[in-house]
Nanobody, 129 residues
Framework: QARLVESGGGLVQPGGSLRLSCAASGSTLDDYAIGWFRQAPGKGREGIACISPIDGSTYHVPSVKGRFTIARDNAKNTVYLEMNSLKPEDTAVYYC?????????WGTGYEDRTKYEHWGQGTQVTVSS
């Protein structure tokens, strides 16, 4: 069973950058789709990006497209979320999650948290001056 641990969060000024990491243990991530989610105070958990294990296809929601990039390093069993041009509204706890759901693997419904089987504990990202 995959165990996921996020890291790399912190406090950053608007316009700054952070790179989040999602490291897996207990299982290889080679056959999992990995998604990144975020949850701002008082709001629901929002799916923002996903990477497929099939061909490395990536998916990003419009609110982060062009600013955030998801990538994976199978040799390190780790998935990353590179975040640039950060805005105060990006402030949230960020979670990674893993799934073998075939719909998500092929890019459908990756924003749906109910389709993911394994979750990390989250890492806080605060964007503030």
């Amino acid at each position: 069973q995959a165990r996921l641990v996020e890291s790399g969060g912190g406090l950053v000024q608007p316009g700054g950058s952070l790179r989040l990491s999602c490291a897996a243990s207990g299982s290889t991530l080679d056959d999992y789709a990995i998604g990144w989610f975020r949850q701002a105070p008082g709001k629901g958990r929002e799916g923002i990006a996903c990477i497929s294990p099939i061909d490395g296809s990536t998916y990003h929601v419009p609110s982060v497209k062009g600013r955030f990039t998801i990538a994976r390093d199978n040799a390190k069993n780790t998935v990353y979320l590179e975040m640039n041009s950060l805005k105060p509204e990006d402030t949230a706890v960020y979670y990674c999650a893993a799934t073998r759901n075939p719909l998500v693997i092929w890019g459908t419904g990756y924003e749906d948290r109910t389709k993911y089987e394994h979750w990390g504990q989250g890492t806080q990202v605060t964007v503030s001056s």
